[in-house]
Nanobody, 118 residues
Framework: QVQFVESGGGLVQPGGSLRLSCAAS????????MSWYRQTPGKERELVAS????????NYADSVKGRFTISRDNAKNTVSLQMNSLKPEDTAVYYC???????????WGQGTQVIVSS
C-alpha cells in the first residue's frame, strides 16, 4: 500500500528553520523521483522541490532557491526538506509524493503544517 507520512512541521518565527521528513512505503522508492509540494487554502498546490531517484539532481521553485534543500535516503525510504530563512509566505501544508510536475500516485498523505509567523 502506497503511503506517505510527513512530519516536522510547526510554528516558527520568520528567519527560522525547520526540517521536514517524509517516510514513504508501498513502492520501490529508489526508482522514483521524489518531490515536496505545499498548499495554502484558496491557492493551488505548488511544487517546492524535487530530487531524482539517485539524488544526483535537484530542482527548486524560484521562491525557495537558496533557502531550502531537498535530500533523500534510499536505504530508509525517506525524503527530507531543510528549510532555512523561513518567510511568512512559506506558511502552508507541506506534502511529499513521487514524481515531479505530475505525481506518480494519487494517494497523498496528511501533510505537515508549517506556520511562519511572529
Amino acid at each position: 500500500q502506497v503511503q506517505f507520512v510527513e512530519s516536522g512541521g510547526g510554528l516558527v518565527q520568520p528567519g527560522g528553520s525547520l526540517r521536514l521528513s517524509c517516510a514513504a512505503s508501498g513502492f520501490t522508492f529508489s526508482s522514483y523521483r521524489m518531490s515536496w509540494y505545499r498548499q495554502t487554502p484558496g491557492k493551488e498546490r505548488e511544487l517546492v522541490a524535487s530530487i531524482t531517484d539517485a539524488g544526483g539532481r535537484t530542482n527548486y521553485a524560484d521562491s525557495v532557491k537558496g533557502r531550502f534543500t531537498i535530500s533523500r535516503d534510499n536505504a530508509k525510504n525517506t525524503v527530507s526538506l531543510q528549510m532555512n530563512s523561513l518567510k511568512p509566505e512559506d506558511t502552508a501544508v507541506y506534502y511529499c509524493n513521487a514524481g515531479f510536475a505530475v505525481v506518480a500516485f494519487t494517494y497523498w498523505g496528511q501533510g505537515t503544517q508549517v506556520i511562519v509567523s511572529s
